[in-house]
């Protein structure tokens, strides 16, 4: 009882020490840009993220700041709600004076924050979601996303596929609108290079909740040649250790969407499965340029080794900058023409907000999976542009609504 | 044949960790009666600290000690939760702990994530175990096998321990009758501190025997939650061979489930759960609840009258402020005032149903988020104008109430609760998986309201109008002969009976009434937010509104919306902070040992102590 009290007593001090603090820097003239994610319960992703956002706006104020002003980003957890998510933007935009909006992960909090963007008139960049829908189906003028989408690095994946020998492919993805699209993304893909080839098993375990025996023993029936595997997270960590047990990917392919993210490979230290392919983020191959540069700056501010949230994170805020700049204002109209076919250079190379999508073409590094001191890394990989790998022009047109 | 007989083998060993954690579960109930929604949290303690000491303790037997001082450990924390937050409030209302407990949630979240780190562990294999044998041909892993072997060894344990020590006789009679076993001079403080060791324990146990099939993340605690409860329900509240049976069959079918329906997992439990509720009511080893069994704890209900002269000038005073919110506020203020009478006025109808007809139920979310779902339809796919879409919304809310309404109330008490969670999460699996019409978790967007309606302030004075229109109307409800006949099916059934009320049409009707209110503030939140999602039907979303029920007071009839109320705001200031999480979570834990009574019960009490307000029983 004494010590909950003392505790209570001291967040709550330490609360008010925060407003008392943060109202004063409120004074100051600093851009603010409106960052809303879920710092809470993927913290795994989401705390390497905020750390790169640390970095490059430390580097942004460091020359400067914008247009004479240093940037400021105010950090609100979304508690994995999107009403929630839509409520804090509303403050964010009105009470905080915030020019624009970034950030989430899950697609659900990325499409609700959208969807507020277009119809209050508010710049949104999707720094990590990565629903096709976004920037498709239910794009809007308002609303830009950095990171590849699931149908770019489904395309890249499968373009790696139709190359192998594999003739009958087996799928697990999790059961909900991501990994639908992935298994989608990858079948369209694959079947326009390799129209002979056959899907023989769909698992659909539960997000978070897979039974991984079961799902090994479900695909083994099938006896595919090959795996296309969308799981992550916990459930990636599960499939690989019951699969590896049981067997499962011995003399098959396996394809794994996101597996070579350090945020997902790390954590299966030795027991990394070894010749997956996968797209992932090889930071630690890298000998010079931006990328190397970025690795550097970013080890030597956390003294940790960058994860692929960390690079996108990073790249969000030199978004921002870039298109601040090129508006000379934070005026929204301004800002949305601006970001508007906007090019900039980043750890990955030069990447451009397409016109025709609000689709940044940042790519994704695509290798096989290899063992070096215990622990699992991306090899033999090479970085795909995401602009080579989305649908036509046309297809684009098409699914775009025509309002925007 | 070969596969059918592993699959039935990978079935067994999952069922391993689901015992021990629900047996946990299953023995803290039976013996406190507390719906303990932490028990996740000891769940996923039990793995990091599993991990933690096998990093240290080598070898076979450093790998088994560790899962033992896991279980241990996590009996610790138990007995600490136990003496700190829930022994000063075990003489307030039933169920008022299942509050203390989620703040046990909240506040062992963020330390977990302070003291483990974000990176999500994976488990090591058990050493000498990380093999397979062929059985038919069959891979099955060695470390199965041994889960197999050992459930039953915990099963017989504990079944020993409860049959046959002179302890388990003890908390046998105190499951019985807790009151006798006080007044036979057994010390039932200690008694209940032990049980919840043992459950924790248990639950700690659960966490680091699964780590060389998973690992650790923070995700853990919500995500066995639903499970074990399903386990415990169906098993018999309170019953161990029942808790293994019933972790048996989840196992063993979401594994068929798997290879067969790969996309039902997630609605197989609860289709499982809600056939056995509807056979057999009270579990397969469970006995039947009768009402009153274990004493309405705390001081007896008073009966409720209409506000006094003070109050209703109160009351118009404030709505007078609310109004003119818009003339000296900020374009925020009128958005969180908004978002905060929506939740008021959802929970109000769960407070009407809980509080007048003593019907708890644990998924309201499916009136609310039905409702929504319902307006969000009609706009997506019939173009139906914002207005008629908004009245559509109660209406579509109560439809499914009574159906609901109808199916559960063969059932009484805790198992009503349950059953009501397992139709929330059928409607939630159905919402979430038939991605073609509901978008899936991708929801529905772009459902803003009409142009007149569409800015802040409008929008402001419609919510202020419908949300305290039907607060009011509940309140007024709650006094009108149809309320008085509520709570007489509430207090006895059977002198109501007697009297010619028919209690179960009554109670059906009161359901119907609260749904179409709650799909009321489902249709204002939709049309706020412009989208729906499947969060919004979630068990997260029906708890909010337990908790806040409970906060305000349980037995007060503006307790919900004063609980409602000042949540929502404090949570608005506190979410700011980096550890929000905790802080929350210590203030609702101490709320709860402060005021056992909720705020506005101890509020009443403290203005009649010091003699502003009359005090019961004193006449003009």
Not at chain 1, 53 to 58: C, S
Not at chain 2, 130 to 156: M, N, S, W
Not at chain 2, 242 to 263: E, H, K, R
Not at chain 2, 493 to 506: C, L, P
Request: net charge neutral; glycine share 12%; hydrophobic share 50%.
């Amino acid at each position: 009882m004494k010590i909950n009290l003392r505790n209570f007593l001291t967040s709550a001090l330490t609360g008010a020490a925060v407003v008392v603090a943060s109202s004063f820097a409120n004074a100051a003239d600093t851009i603010k840009i409106g960052e809303i994610n879920h710092f809470k319960r993927l913290a795994a992703f989401a705390v390497p993220y905020k750390k790169g956002m640390e970095l490059a706006i430390e580097q942004v104020n460091a020359a400067g700041g914008l247009l004479g002003k240093p940037l400021e980003v105010i950090y609100r957890d979304d508690q994995g709600k999107p009403g929630e998510a839509v409520k804090i933007a509303e403050e964010l935009v009105t009470r905080d004076g915030a020019v624009m909006l970034t950030g989430s992960i899950f697609s659900h909090v990325g499409l609700a924050i959208s969807s507020y963007a277009a119809e209050k008139k508010v710049l949104y960049l999707a720094s990590e979601p990565l629903a096709d829908g976004l920037t498709w189906a239910k794009g809007n003028k308002y609303t830009y996303r950095l990171r590849s989408s699931t149908y770019m690095q489904a395309s890249m994946l499968a373009e790696v596929a139709a190359k192998s020998d594999a003739k009958t492919f087996a799928t697990i993805a999790p059961n909900y609108a991501y990994g639908k699209d992935a298994v989608a993304a990858f079948k369209k893909a694959l079947l326009k290079l390799k129209p002979d080839a056959k899907f023989v098993a769909e698992q659909w375990p539960a997000l978070f909740k897979i039974d991984a025996g079961a799902e090994a023993q479900a695909i083994e029936r099938a006896k595919p040649d090959a795996i296309y595997n969308v799981t992550f997270g916990g459930d990636l960590a599960k499939f690989v250790r019951e699969g590896t047990t049981r067997g499962l990917f011995d003399g098959r392919e396996v394809f794994g969407l996101l597996t070579g993210e350090p945020e997902y490979l790390e954590p299966l230290k030795d027991e990394a499965p070894v010749g997956w392919n996968v797209t992932g983020y090889p930071w630690y191959d890298f000998t010079d340029g931006p990328s190397k540069a970025f690795v550097d700056d970013y080890q030597a501010k956390h003294g940790e080794s960058p994860k692929l949230g960390s690079l996108v994170g990073y790249m969000t805020i030199q978004s921002v900058a870039a298109a601040i700049k090129k508006a000379g204002s934070t005026d929204t109209e301004a800002l949305v023409s601006a970001f508007k076919g906007l090019e900039l250079a980043s750890p990955v190379g030069n990447i451009k907000y397409r016109e025709q999508d609000n689709q940044s073409t940042m790519g994704a590094y695509v290798g096989k999976i290899g063992l070096k001191d215990g622990s699992g890394v991306v090899v033999d990989w090479s970085y795909k542009n995401g602009g080579d790998y989305t649908l036509s022009d046309e297809e684009v047109k098409s699914l775009r609504p025509a309002s925007n | 044949m070969e596969l059918f007989l592993a699959q039935f083998i990978t079935g067994l060993a999952n069922a391993a960790t689901l015992f021990l954690v629900a047996s946990g579960l299953s023995l803290i109930f039976g013996v406190t009666r507390i719906v303990n929604f932490a028990h996740g949290s000891l769940y996923m303690l039990g793995a990091y600290f599993g991990y933690t000491f096998m990093q240290i303790l080598p070898g076979g037997f450093g790998f088994w000690t560790s899962i033992f001082l896991a279980g241990l450990a996590v009996g610790v924390v138990g007995i600490i939760v136990e003496m700190l937050v829930l022994r000063p409030v075990y003489r307030a209302p039933e169920l008022f702990q299942l509050v203390a407990t989620f703040g046990v949630i909240l506040v062992i979240q963020d330390l977990a994530l302070f003291v483990f780190g974000a990176d999500d562990v994976l488990g090591p294999r058990a050493p000498g175990l990380k093999g397979v044998v062929r059985i038919l041909g069959e891979p099955v892993p060695l470390y199965d096998l041994a889960l197999i072997a050992i459930t039953p060894f915990f099963l017989f344990s504990l079944w020993y321990l409860m049959a046959k020590t002179r302890v388990g006789i003890l908390v046998r009679a105190a499951t019985q009758d807790r009151e006798m076993v006080g007044a036979l001079g057994v010390n039932q403080a200690w008694l209940f501190t032990g049980v919840f060791f043992l459950g924790s324990f248990l639950a700690g146990l659960g966490g680091a025997i699964q780590l060389p099939k998973g690992g650790a993340d923070l995700l853990m605690d919500f995500n066995i939650l639903a499970a074990i409860f399903v386990v415990v329900v169906i098993g018999g509240m309170g019953s161990l061979p029942g808790a293994y049976i019933a972790a048996v069959i989840i196992s063993v079918l979401n594994v068929f489930g798997v290879t067969y329906l790969p996309q039902s997992t997630l609605v197989l439990m609860f289709v499982v759960m809600g056939v056995v509720l509807m056979v057999k009511p009270y579990g397969l080893f469970g006995r039947e609840e009768t009402a009153g069994e274990h004493g309405q704890v705390g001081e007896p209900e008073r009966p409720i009258k209409p506000a006094g002269k003070t109050v209703r000038l109160l009351v118009a005073g404030l709505l007078v402020v609310l109004a003119f919110v818009p003339v000296f506020g900020t374009s925020f203020s009128q958005t969180l005032i908004a978002d905060i009478l929506i939740f008021c006025l959802f929970a109000a109808s769960l407070h009407f149903m809980l509080g007048l007809g003593g019907l708890v139920s644990f998924g309201h979310a499916v009136f609310f988020g039905g409702g929504a779902y319902v307006a969000a339809l009609f706009v997506t796919y019939s173009d139906t104008p914002m207005e008629v879409a908004f009245l559509l919304a109660p209406v579509g809310a109560a439809m499914g109430a009574v159906i609901i309404g109808w199916l559960c109330l063969r059932l009484t008490g805790v198992y009503f609760a349950m059953l009501t969670l397992a139709f929330a999460q059928l409607v939630w699996s159905l919402v979430y998986q038939w991605g073609e019409v509901t978008g899936g978790d991708d929801g529905l967007v772009n459902i803003w309201p009409s142009d007149w309606l569409n800015s802040t302030t409008p929008y402001y004075y419609f919510t202020l109008v419908f949300a305290i229109g039907g607060i009011l109307f509940l309140r007024h409800v709650a006094h009108s002969p149809f309320g008085y006949a509520l709570r007489a099916s509430r207090d006895s059934a059977r002198q109501a009976e007697a009297t010619g009320i028919n209690t179960k049409r009554v109670q059906l009707f009161a359901i119907t009434l609260v749904g179409a209110m709650a799909g009321l503030s489902g249709a204002l939140f939709v049309f706020s937010k412009g989208s729906i999602f499947p969060t919004e039907l979630e068990v997260g979303r029906s708890f909010d509104a337990l908790i806040v029920i409970f906060l305000g007071g349980v037995k007060t009839l503006s307790g919900a919306v004063v609980g409602a109320a000042s949540l929502e705001y404090v949570k608005d200031i506190i979410t700011r902070f980096e550890y929000w999480r905790l802080t929350l979570g210590l203030l609702i834990i101490f709320v709860v040992i402060l005021a056992p009574e909720g705020i506005v019960g101890t509020l009443r009490k403290t203005l009649e102590r010091i003699g502003w307000m009359r005090a019961e029983g004193e006449t003009k």
